[in-house]
């Protein structure tokens, strides 16, 4: 993911810095009420969310988030609304064509995004992969706990938002 510093608009979902979960889902829920649908796709850490949607809606949020004293709340330069039930369409047919993989033991240890619990099976990798909500804190949280290794940075999210976000 590149950050937007060319001078052009990014178009991708939207980072928010210190604001907690509960309230990015208020601003979640405000914005879909206004008719703009909009959900936090990721809780990265304890202040660091992601806020997906229409385009519209991703704007209206940043406003929301900006009033409410967020740090920050730039767009990514990403064009897939990801971790959203806007993909439910493109996650079905990922898991359908995923059903036909066999099923083979783990040769490594997996923490999966969506449940932020270590797999046992292939099956349940396969899952995690086609699932359409993703908690990166809590998934770090638990590979620290388990004695697995994530690189420096892994959750930092908002590194690739908009510098141009003052």
């Known amino acids: 993911m590149n950050c937007s510093t060319t001078g ?5 979902p939207v980072p928010v810095l210190c604001l907690r979960e509960a309230e990015v889902r208020k601003i979640a829920e405000q914005v879909t009420a206004e008719g ?3 959900w936090l796709a990721n809780v990265n ?3 660091q969310m992601v ?5 519209a809606a991703l704007e209206r949020g940043r406003e929301l988030a900006r009033a409410g004293g967020a740090r920050r709340a730039g ?13 439910e369409p493109v996650s079905a047919e990922l898991r359908s064509l995923l059903a036909g993989c066999p099923a083979r ?3 490594a240890r997996y923490v999966t995004i969506s449940t932020a ?3 046992t099976t292939s099956t349940e990798i396969l899952d995690d992969l086609a699932h359409d ?3 990166y804190g809590a998934t770090m949280r638990t590979q620290l706990i388990a004695g697995l290794s994530a690189r420096p940075g892994q959750c930092h999210l908002a590194r690739t938002a908009d510098r141009n976000d003052a």
């Open 8 to 12: 052009r608009r990014s178009s991708g």
């Open 36 to 38: 703009y649908p909009a």
């Open 45 to 47: 850490s304890a202040d």
């Open 51 to 55: 806020l997906t949607g229409t385009a």
């Open 75 to 87: 767009r990514l330069d990403v064009a897939v609304p990801s971790h959203a039930p806007i993909l």
């Open 105 to 107: 033991p783990l040769a």
């Open 117 to 119: 619990r270590p797999a």
């Open 133 to 135: 909500e993703a908690s």
